[in-house]
Structure formats: C-alpha cells, structure tokens
C-alpha cells in the first residue's frame, strides 16, 4: 500500500492504471451453483448470538472443493438455542421447532465430517464433508443465493465419494 494512503483519509484521486486491471479477467458476476451434492471443508466454525438476543446460532463457512464449483464459499446458519420472542403457544411452538431443526443438521454435519456429536467447534475446522446445496426462494433484498439443504457422509451407499 502506498505511503499516501491512509484507513482514516482515503483518497479519491487512486490512479487505476497503477493496479494492472487489463491483465485481470472482468468479473462476470455471482452466479449460482446448480442444485446437487458438493464436498466442502469447513473454514470457520463458530457460535454466534442472534442479533435480537433470542439465542445462539452457530455460524458455518464451507469452501467447495472438486470439480464443480471449487473455491466457492457457502454459509450455513443453525439457530441451536432459539427462545420465542412472546409466551404465544404459536411462538414457542416455532422456536422449538427452529431448535429442533437446526439440532438435527448439525449432527448430520458431525456425522458427515466425522466428529463427535460432543465435539467443540474448534473441531470443526479442515475438516471435509458433503452438502446437498439448493437454491433459495427469491428475497426482494437479495434476489437468490445457494443454501445447505442437508448434510451427508461421503460414503453413504450409492453415492460416489467425492473425497478419495
């Protein structure tokens, strides 16, 4: 970084030519990844409150590695203790059943990673699995992105390992 830039000034005056952008490729945009199973390793695992304060969550970033869609960063977001905002029957209902769901797929990924379901999160990290990726319902915020739809082991019977 150049001596004349500083975090706390900026600068609006960046010569470009300086950066070599004609012997880079232009970004074509974010496309999606089609629907299927995909080998990833796990960046970063970690836990998370929610930003209303209703629980934790534990926060995934899995890389894709193999062929299709290798280096592609999916994010996975299991809200693992999950209180209801009011004492509503419907409410608490939700909120077990948001519990429920997401203490489900996170044994699936320990499963498919190959951990103990008493396993830390630090555990997590490198370690490799199998995600079933989907496509999202359109959001008018975001339009639509890839999400895990399930975890599974490499192995599991009549599927290929993607893994070696």
């Not at 945009?29 to 929610?50: C, N, Q, R």
């Not at 915020?141 to 975890?151: F, L, S």
Request: charged fraction near 30%.
């Amino acid at each position: 970084m150049s001596d004349w830039y500083t975090e706390e000034n900026g600068t609006d005056d960046l010569d470009l030519g300086s950066l070599g952008l004609d012997e880079v490729e232009a970004d074509a945009g974010y496309s999606l990844l089609e629907p299927g199973d995909y080998p990833f390793v796990i960046d970063e695992a970690k836990s998370m409150p929610h930003k209303d304060g209703t629980g934790v969550r534990v926060s995934l970033r899995l890389k894709i590695v193999g062929n299709k869609g290798a280096g592609r960063s999916i994010y996975d977001s299991l809200s693992v203790i999950y209180k209801a905002k009011s004492t509503a029957p419907d409410a608490v209902s939700r909120a077990r059943t948001t519990e429920s769901i997401a203490r489900s797929r996170l044994k699936a990924l320990c499963e498919s990673i190959g951990v103990s379901t008493s396993a830390k999160l630090s555990d997590f990290a490198g370690r490799e699995g199998v995600a079933r990726i989907g496509v999202s319902k359109p959001n008018p915020e975001y339009g639509q992105r890839n999400e895990v739809k399930a975890y599974r082991k490499a192995d599991q019977p009549g599927r290929p390992s993607f893994l070696g």
